[in-house]
């Protein structure tokens, strides 16, 4: 059985719900009796169905008319199906309901909760397993959970936009626009991809920014985080308008990172002044850099994002990849 070529279609299954899933993976599940797909299904929405559920779910309605026993069936999952009571029930429990005999897995579950257990409980219930099938694939279709669960700590990435000379914004003004509306349509983009957006009280008070993910599919919102030990703040301000926020009155950056350690957030996405991403980078937090760059200078009186030429390749960063946004220019860093 051509076992490749069927992840690989449950692991574009679940690519449709990226933005919707997280901050858990997503996941896609396929159900076959012999060479013939009998049902799919994948998880759709954070706290919803997982994938085999939903797949399991479709092919008892066609029980009798595709197929007799689901003793017949082989499911194919990209992820180790958990063994784990989260916001839904086990996995596992339904597939051995269920009565199916035959499991393919993608990747194992890093998370602590399941890892390898739901492997283990579906052998010890007479199931037959095999795995790692693309989990490559699975890795890199889940980097952030994946990277949260090996490291402790979320995946950061800091976003900064930054004139052809390096300036953030002139001295003592409020916002500055540097980039094209186009570019600010992709920091929209990018925003819907992570968990949590994080920013500092000068941010919020220069730029009046409401730090939300406008765009026109469907999301998960990030959730907002403040980080200020400012006691004048204006609650009136856009970015207070939706009430998931949450203010941080830490300037210990360790301390800040640790607090993700316990939660479902895998994914930070920096937008901050000079100072705090200053800070960011100097203390080793930032896993990827992204610049939107223009070609507009801003000149002597633009406040630098750096105190050096070419900082960010001397703090370990190399460049992966750069885009054309209009006249902007949109690079990527990672360590
Ligand atoms: C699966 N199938 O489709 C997914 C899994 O809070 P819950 O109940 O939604 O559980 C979330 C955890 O379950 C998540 O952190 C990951 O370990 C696993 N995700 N497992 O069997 C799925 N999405
Ligand atoms: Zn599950």
């Known amino acids: 059985m051509n076992y490749v070529k069927l992840m690989k279609r449950a692991i574009s299954l679940a690519n449709q719900y990226k933005y919707t899933a997280k901050p858990n993976p997503v996941v896609g599940c396929i159900i076959i009796k012999d060479d013939k797909i009998i049902s799919e299904g994948a998880h759709e929405k954070f706290g919803c169905n997982h994938a085999e559920i939903n797949a399991i779910n479709l092919a008892k309605t066609k029980i009798g008319k595709s ?4 003793e017949e069936l082989t499911l194919i999952c990209s992820l180790e199906p958990c063994n784990h009571s989260g916001k839904t029930g086990p996995c596992t429990e339904a597939i051995i309901k269920s009565g199916i005999k035959n499991v393919v897995i993608g990747a194992l579950d890093p998370n602590p909760l399941v890892s390898g257990k739901g492997i283990e409980c579906l052998k010890k219930n007479g199931i037959c397993v095999k795995t790692n099938v693309c989990s490559e694939l699975v890795k890199e279709q889940n980097k952030f959970f994946f990277f949260k669960n090996t490291y402790g700590r979320p995946f950061i990435t800091a976003k900064i936009a930054s004139s052809i000379d390096g300036k953030s914004h002139i001295v003592g003004s409020k916002q500055t626009w540097i980039t094209s509306k186009k570019s600010r349509e992709d920091v929209q983009k990018l925003r819907a991809s992570k968990d949590v957006i994080l920013t500092g009280g000068n941010t919020v008070v220069n730029d009046n920014p ?3 993910a406008r765009v026109d599919f469907l999301i998960n919102q990030p959730k907002k985080i403040l980080l200020s030990t400012k006691t004048n703040l204006n609650f009136d301000a856009p970015f207070f308008k939706d009430a998931d926020y949450e ?4 300037r210990d950056l360790s301390k800040v990172v640790d607090r993700f350690k316990n939660t479902d957030v895998t994914s930070i996405l ?3 002044g000079p100072k705090l991403i200053n800070s960011f980078l100097n203390e080793d ?3 990827e850099l992204i610049i939107y760059e223009s070609t507009s200078k801003l000149g002597p009186n633009g406040v ?3 105190k050096e030429d070419n900082a960010v390749e001397n703090l370990g ?3 992966e990849s750069t885009y054309k946004i209009e ?3 949109k690079k990527i860093f990672i360590k």
């Open 210 to 212: 409401m730090m939300n």
């Open 285 to 287: 937090y930032v896993d």
């Open 327 to 329: 006249s902007d220019t």
């Open 270 to 272: 920096v937008e901050a």
């Open 317 to 319: 960063f190399k460049l």
């Open 304 to 306: 630098n994002w750096f």
């Open 67 to 70: 197929f007799k026993s689901f």
């Open 247 to 250: 203010i941080i009155k830490e």
